[in-house]
């Protein structure tokens, strides 16, 4: 029997503990001689291309501890998320009826120290003494406990806001501008102008305004009547989508007994805003129709009434207006207050000098509002209407005399000064101005045409 020879050179290796055979050892060594031949073997390659595949493959196959280079990321700025500073915190306080500013602080947990320094250091400070029910007043209290700010609400439109700085606090005032949007309306008067408004969505204050705009050529107490029409168009002011408050009165018609008036606002070169008809003649007259918001009238002039206290015949020269306590009583025209006092007769009363030739008497005032000297325009509020001295209810005595003697202040318009008028310069300016308007009031009144037209048929039909 054979013995293998020992290959010189090489070490007999005995490791059972990996269980690796001399077997094992040789046949992969065979293989990678094999493996080695074929490649030198391969077509079109040359002796040097083999060396280095030889030595890529003995390369790739020794791993090298460098770690292989990683293709350069370029950094992108991802931007981070703006904090917003917490909103600061309001605590409300609602004005109640006979609060002053000291109780508002006290409930709020300020005292009247803190009240005193933004009172007296802000520039709007003095305003935040004047105090309405139902306003709202809130306090921001810094960390330290101490005020920090305040903010007063006066209304929907205006809010001031104090802050303190240093040892005192600056206030910020600010007016938010309402959405002014046109409009119009259109009434008949059934059974009273003021039911006639309301019924064609109008507001009292514009009622009232569209009375004083024609109350020098209407006496809205003694002149509408049943089947009386008016058109108006006028301005409303939005604040976050609901209406906040009346806006200006544009233009407006008023048709008494057949007879029509038109006025038109407009502001002539000088910034003067005032109300003329289509022929650019003032509206403003010299005195009112009527001296007091129109009601019912309780005594015409008549210069043999009976006295309702004395029960004797005594001259009534004026007109009594019948009229509920503390209803608003206007001058009848410019002047100045000669006399202003109270005696047994009269009670309350004021008489007023308007030029020369022309005064006014106003008798039984609950109260009075000027005093003698005092100048007045007209529509200025001079006193209320009450029932003191000899009246047997409350209501207005008025009186117009002119030279000295009495006249009827339901006639005595007629014998008065004519309105001004806009200087010829002045009205091609006035009638581009109303172009429009004027044609929008055009269409109501027609609109109001048709319809009587129509329903004037209707009847006739009927029967």
Do not use: C
């Amino acid at each position: 029997m054979l013995t293998a020879k020992k290959p010189r050179g090489a070490t007999a290796v005995r490791s059972e503990r990996k269980g690796i055979q001399t077997s094992h050892i040789i046949a992969a060594g065979l293989s990678l001689l094999f493996i080695v031949t074929a490649t030198l073997l391969l077509p079109g390659e040359s002796p040097e291309t083999n060396s280095k595949t030889v030595q890529t493959a003995q390369d790739s196959a020794t791993p090298t501890p460098e770690i292989a280079s990683q293709p350069t990321v370029e950094a992108i700025d991802i931007p981070t998320a703006e904090v917003e500073p917490p909103t600061p915190h309001w605590v409300e306080q609602t004005v109640r009826s006979g609060d002053n500013l000291s109780l508002v602080f006290n409930r709020a947990g300020f005292s009247d120290r803190d009240m005193y320094k933004v009172v007296n250091t802000a520039e709007h400070g003095r305003g935040l003494g004047k105090l309405y029910p139902r306003q709202t007043i809130a306090f921001q209290t810094a960390d330290d406990g101490s005020l920090a700010a305040v903010r007063h609400v006066l209304s929907r439109q205006e809010t001031v806001t104090y802050l303190r700085e240093g040892d005192g606090y600056t206030s910020e005032r600010v007016l938010r501008e309402p959405e002014v949007r046109e409009t119009w309306a259109s009434g008949e008067i059934v059974s009273s102008l003021f039911i006639a408004g309301q019924e064609a969505g109008l507001s009292n204050n514009m009622i009232m305004e569209m009375a004083q705009v024609f109350g020098g050529v209407i006496d809205f107490v003694l002149d509408p009547r049943k089947g009386d029409t008016m058109h108006l168009i006028y301005e409303e002011q939005y604040l976050d989508g609901e209406k906040f408050d009346d806006g200006d009165l544009i233009a407006a018609s008023f048709t008494n007994q057949g007879k029509t008036f038109n006025a038109y606002r407009y502001t002539d070169s000088s910034g003067t805003t005032s109300y003329y008809n289509e022929d650019g003649v003032s509206m403003k007259k010299a005195f009112l129709m009527a001296p007091v918001d129109f009601t019912r009238i309780s005594s015409n002039f008549n210069m043999r009434r009976l006295h309702p206290i004395y029960k004797t015949r005594r001259p009534h020269r004026g007109t009594d207006y019948a009229a509920p306590t503390g209803t608003p009583v206007y001058a009848a025209g410019d002047g100045r207050v000669t006399k202003a006092g109270y005696t047994k007769a009269n009670g309350n009363y004021v008489f007023i000098q308007h030029g020369e030739r022309y005064v006014t008497k106003y008798l039984h005032l609950h109260k009075r509002r000027v005093k003698q000297g005092q100048r007045v325009a007209q529509n200025q509020v001079i006193g209320t209407v009450g029932m003191t001295g000899a009246a047997t209810g409350p209501h207005l005595h008025y009186e117009f005399l002119v030279d000295g003697v009495h006249r009827n202040p339901r006639t005595v318009h007629k014998q008065l000064p004519k309105a001004k008028s806009l200087p010829n310069s002045e009205l091609p300016r006035f009638q581009e101005a109303i172009s429009g308007v004027s044609q929008q009031l055009a269409s109501l009144q027609q609109a109001e045409s048709r319809i009587a037209k129509a329903s004037a048929a209707s009847n006739s039909d009927a029967h």
